[in-house]
């Protein structure tokens, strides 16, 4: 292991990784502030929707722990490097793309640079700093992601109207120069005790998470008949192999990417179900909450980034705050506090959805709902992490980062299927003698919505756009109410 002690870098290598993963997290923001723009330039369906999101986090699920653990072997600095490269590489592939196909395949490869980066920069942190200086830099390393994180719709709703919606990628160009540039000074670490490859499990972890989300997804189109009962049946036995083939390779003591093991201490089995049921309702409703705003409603991106923005202001505060709260209550506490708080804004936000829904209507529900994030995140990891014996706490890290980004997956395509289905039924009702129309809303998730000219039929489009979007915000707090609950079966800090 390398150490500032040994090699004396100040405080540069801790903003140059901090800095590489804020551009890679905030990215997915600015993003789905830009899909109506996309929409309507590329003509996309609501599917493609779903999958330029979904694959990139599924991307970087599957290979999170392969990767982090190979860039533990030949190195943190050249693996973090590789994986910006890749990232800035796929975000030129994407700010040029002419057709969803092209992409979605860019989304492919951004996922793959984000599994080779962001691992690298929290065992980066850890490899280099120590004692107070550590506690320091993680510190740091939050405060800089959050911040980041809370201009990213400002950002993203800025280059969008101004500039178009290329720039939501070309933006990465310039900063991504910079990190890489950055990261010359940052000193190479390794720990060649990581282990091996694990060939059959990382397969299996690919085949099982897409074939469900490929089910979810495309089910609508399929009207699901086949091949969407295969898909599903294709994603049950893949993850039942995967169990099967972890825990023999266990016993056998050959490398593995998935330590089953950990299932079985109390806290990492339960905080790991919340942090997928968290990961379900945040990044389904960051998706489906800026496509209604300007497709339904009429909105701006900037207009839209602006009032997204307040969700990720309310995450930035309430991480503020936890550090003083955590004195006061446990931290199982701070987290039902928080899952409670996003409960409240995903109702809130169903219920005050209308057809003539203001900016500042949303904005203390989304406020709510983004600092109940801020005090769930900012504990999660520590509650689900708090029984894993020190030796193991790499694979428990790893392994639950890849539970909530599989998550994320799930709820964009599950969150995304029920507006879909919503808009279909709810068109259907209101214009039973329009289906071609009904079917150009539900398939474009809406944007067709500013394309109808006739008042009185477009009124009804978007009072369809509304139920459907509150029945997508009422999925995501019921959603949430059963996160609550695997919050009650996590260990109190009495029995921790």
Same mark, same amino acid.
Request: glycine share 12%; charged share 10%; proline share 5%.
């Given at each position: ?284 409703? #960051?998706?489906? $909450? ?5 497709? &339904?409603?009429?909105? +701006?991106? !900037?207009? =839209? /980034?602006?009032?997204? %923005? ?92 890849? #539970?909530?980004? $599989? ?5 964009? &395509?599950?969150?995304? +299927?029920? !507006?879909? =289905? /919503?808009?279909?039924? %709810? ?70």
């Amino acid at each position: 292991m390398v150490s500032l002690n040994q090699r004396t870098q100040g405080w540069l290598p801790l903003f140059v990784l901090a800095i590489g993963a804020s551009m890679i997290v905030i990215d997915s923001t600015i993003v789905n502030v830009a899909i109506p723009a996309i929409i309507a330039d590329l003509h996309l369906t609501a599917t493609d929707v779903e999958w330029i999101n979904s694959i990139y986090s599924l991307m970087f699920a599957a290979l999170l722990i392969p990767l982090g653990r190979t860039g533990d072997v030949r190195g943190r600095r050249l693996m973090f490097m590789l994986g910006i490269g890749l990232f800035l590489a796929a975000s030129v592939l994407a700010a040029a793309s002419v057709s969803a196909a092209m992409l979605i395949a860019a989304r492919v490869v951004q996922g793959v640079g984000a599994s080779m980066a962001v691992p690298m920069t929290l065992a980066g942190i850890n490899a280099l700093y120590t004692g107070s200086r550590r506690t320091i830099a993680f510190a740091v390393w939050g405060s800089v992601i959050g911040g980041m994180a809370a201009v990213g719709p400002l950002t993203g709703g800025w280059l969008v109207t101004d500039f178009g919606w290329r720039w939501a990628f070309w933006v990465n160009v310039p900063i991504g120069l910079l990190v890489l540039l950055g990261a010359l000074r940052v000193p190479e670490s390794r720990d060649p005790s990581a282990g091996g490859w694990d060939v059959p499990g990382l397969l299996l972890s690919v085949i099982g998470p897409f074939s469900l989300v490929f089910g979810l997804i495309e089910g609508q189109r399929y009207d699901w008949a086949m091949p969407i009962p295969l898909a599903f049946c294709v994603a049950a036995v893949a993850l039942t192999a995967l169990v099967l083939v972890e825990r023999a390779r266990a016993r056998a003591g050959r490398p593995i990417m998935l330590d089953l093991s950990l299932l079985s201490i109390r806290s990492f089995r339960y905080g790991g179900a919340a942090g997928m049921v968290v990961s379900i309702g945040e990044f389904g409703l #960051i998706l489906i $909450v800026p496509l209604f705003l300007q497709t &339904a409603i009429g909105f +701006t991106a !900037l207009q =839209t /980034g602006m009032i997204i %923005a307040a969700m990720a202001v309310g995450a930035f505060i309430a991480g503020s705050v936890v550090p003083k709260l955590a004195r006061l209550i446990s931290p199982r506490a701070i987290v039902q506090a928080g899952l409670g708080l996003e409960v409240i804004g995903a109702f809130g936000i169903a219920w005050v959805l209308s057809p003539h829904v203001g900016p500042w209507t949303l904005v203390p529900w989304l406020f709510a709902y983004g600092f109940g994030m801020g005090f769930a995140s900012a504990q999660l990891t520590g509650v689900t992490l708090a029984g894993v014996p020190a030796h193991k706490s790499g694979r428990a890290s790893g392994l639950q980062s890849s #539970i909530r980004q $599989v998550g994320a997956a799930i709820g964009i &395509a599950a969150l995304g +299927t029920v !507006l879909v =289905t /919503g808009l279909g039924s %709810a068109m259907t009702q209101k214009l039973p003698d329009r289906p071609d129309l009904a079917r150009a809303v539900r398939d474009s998730g809406g944007a067709a919505i500013a394309a109808i000219r006739d008042p009185a039929t477009h009124a009804l489009a978007v009072e369809a756009s509304v139920s459907a979007t509150r029945r997508v915000m009422t999925v995501t707090g019921l959603v949430l109410l059963f996160g609550v609950g695997a919050t009650m079966l996590l260990p109190g800090k009495e029995e921790a």
